[in-house]
Structures are given as structure tokens and as C-alpha cells.
């Protein structure tokens, strides 16, 4: 079974980077096909797909994100890692790594972790 579980600061002061990882367990980061997502959820707002990184490395991002986001793997440590930077208040969220396939099928989804932007 697939276990994913995000980690990092819950609190982060604007301006700074926040950087948060997903240590995957019961499975290969760089299984053929499967791609990690990073997805976040803002207080009383819906789910934003922020990027993913690729069993190939390959990444993606949000065009709205994409300046200040960075998504990158340690494959000896089955990790894969968020940076955003320059963070700001509207960046409090909790955010979540999920593990699929193309189409969001056969998903996996940390529980999560909230992160707080403020002074």
C-alpha cells in the first residue's frame, strides 16, 4: 500500500521560501507513469493543482505559480520536494502531495499539511 506524507514548517513569513516535502513509502518515486502532484487548498477555497514532477523527472507548473515554484525529487530518499518562494499571505493553505497516474486514476493522497504565511 502507497503511503504519502507531506512535511514542513506549518509557519513561514512572507517573503521567505517554503518548502515542504513528501516522503512516499510502498512504492518507487520513479515507478513508470506516475506523477507527484503537488495540489493546495486555501481556507474556504477550492483545490488548486500547483504542479507535478514526472517518473521521468519531467515537471510542470501553474502559470499563475510557475516564477515562484519548484518541484524536484531525491530518488535515494523516495522524496519529492516543494519549493515556493516569495511566499505571501495568500499562500496559506494546506497543501497536499498526491501520487497517480495520467487522469488523476489510481490516486494517493497524503493527508496533508497546513502551512500558515504570516508575520
Known amino acids: 500500500q502507497v503511503q504519502l506524507q507531506e512535511s514542513g514548517p506549518g509557519l513561514v513569513k512572507p517573503s521567505q521560501t517554503l518548502s515542504l516535502t513528501c516522503t512516499v513509502s510502498g512504492a518507487s518515486i520513479v515507478t513508470n507513469y506516475y506523477y507527484f502532484t503537488w495540489v493546495r487548498q486555501p481556507p474556504g477555497k477550492g483545490l488548486e493543482w500547483m504542479g507535478f514532477i514526472d517518473y521521468g523527472g519531467s515537471t510542470a507548473y501553474r502559470p499563475s505559480l510557475k516564477s515562484r515554484t519548484s518541484i524536484s525529487r531525491d530518488t535515494s530518499k523516495n522524496q519529492v520536494f516543494l519549493h515556493l518562494s516569495s511566499v505571501i499571505p495568500e499562500d496559506t493553505a494546506a497543501y497536499y502531495c498526491?501520487?497517480?497516474?495520467?487522469?488523476?486514476?489510481?490516486?494517493?493522497w497524503g493527508q496533508g499539511t497546513q502551512v500558515t504565511v504570516s508575520s
Open positions: 498526491v501520487r497517480s497516474m495520467a487522469y488523476w486514476t489510481q490516486a494517493s
